[in-house]
């Protein structure tokens, strides 16, 4: 994907990712290093990746789970309150009491399971093709630990939560949810790999050139697959989608590797945001930057709205902006709606008149001076 920054790349191989519901990792190809060199080798990537496949299956078999851990813990909370030889109308009248949240509020004495904390992981740099990239010393010592309970004081709400999650762990098959990880990862996982035009190697190779052509070498086996050790198992990477983009703004495409060229056979250019599509970006998302900024403003009591003039305007300033200084696409529009509101923001708890409407007029008094001083736009906006 070749076009200027802040045009929307990443966020179409996100959406895309979310559509399928795949693993999805954006990875920087700045941050790598050629093996042999202290730093991060491309393996780490599908490391990542496989992380964030284990959460997406752990969170999909929780929610099938979580039914029949809750009937565990009301039956579990009833045998502390009456014991488990009470009548079973005694306890079917607890039961309901416990559902309907009428003793969330009393306290009990519950037992649960004493985990260790998280040990901090330690990078090892400099082991390429390693079984794993990092130790985690709270995973070597996890089953020695397991077993070990605590007892504790605390409100029968409080309860139902931390003896739920106690359930949710010991009903969970670990081992179910790390094979169907390797599974979802090796067939609909996808990787960004995002500022590839960052490791191009120009026509003379000086100093760090040298390491940046090692990092495309890397990439070559991965990219068309090869199998990757992981603490989960070993991930085929033969057909997990790898998404490269750039701005190209200095290098072009034919700079890269020709092998890596030839893995990457797909090349869409994307053109530069127009005024309109910034007026879309302004208005159609349901989470966009204006209601954004209402909703931190009502946080204070301020009411603030946009009239259709001021987001038409805001959207041109944000592209001659674009044009005079640099073009950086849809971030111009977060720049100039924080300078737009930046009085509001800081006078918001003294403001008498606690409704504002944001109208052309002060979108011109406010950021058209800053847009049409050369010098000062490019350090405010």
Known sequence: MIGPTGVGKTEIARRLSKLVNAPFLKVEA??????????????????????????IVKDISKKS???????????MIVDILVGESALPETREKFKKKLENQELDSKDIDIEINDTPSPAPSIDIPGMPGAQ????????????????KKKTIKTTIG????????????????????????????????????????????????????????GVQRDLLPLIEGTSVPTKYGVIKTEHILFIASGAFHISKPSDLLPELQGRLPIRVELQPLSQSDFVKILTEPEHNLLTQAIGLLKTEGVVVSFDSEAIDHIARLATVANSRIENIGARRLHTIIEKLLEDISFNAPDLIDKSIVITKDMVIDIIEPIVKKQDLSQFIL
């Open 132 to 147: 794993m990239g990092m130790f985690n010393l709270s995973d070597l010592f996890q089953k020695t630990f397991a077993s």
């Open 158 to 213: 409080e309860a139902k939560k931390l003896l739920l999650q106690d359930q949710i762990d010991e009903l969970l098959d670990m081992d179910a949810v790390h094979q169907n990880a390797i599974d979802l990862v090796q067939n609909h996982g996808i990787v960004f790999i995002d500022e590839i035009d960052k490791i191009c190697t120009r026509q003379q190779h000086k100093g760090s050139d040298v390491s940046r052509e």
């Open 65 to 75: 789970i979580e039914e029949t851990a809750q009937h565990n813990v009301i039956n």
């Open 30 to 55: 700045t941050k790598f290093t050629e093996v042999g060199y202290v730093g991060r080798d491309v393996e780490q990537i599908i490391r990542d990746l496989i992380e964030v496949g284990v959460r």
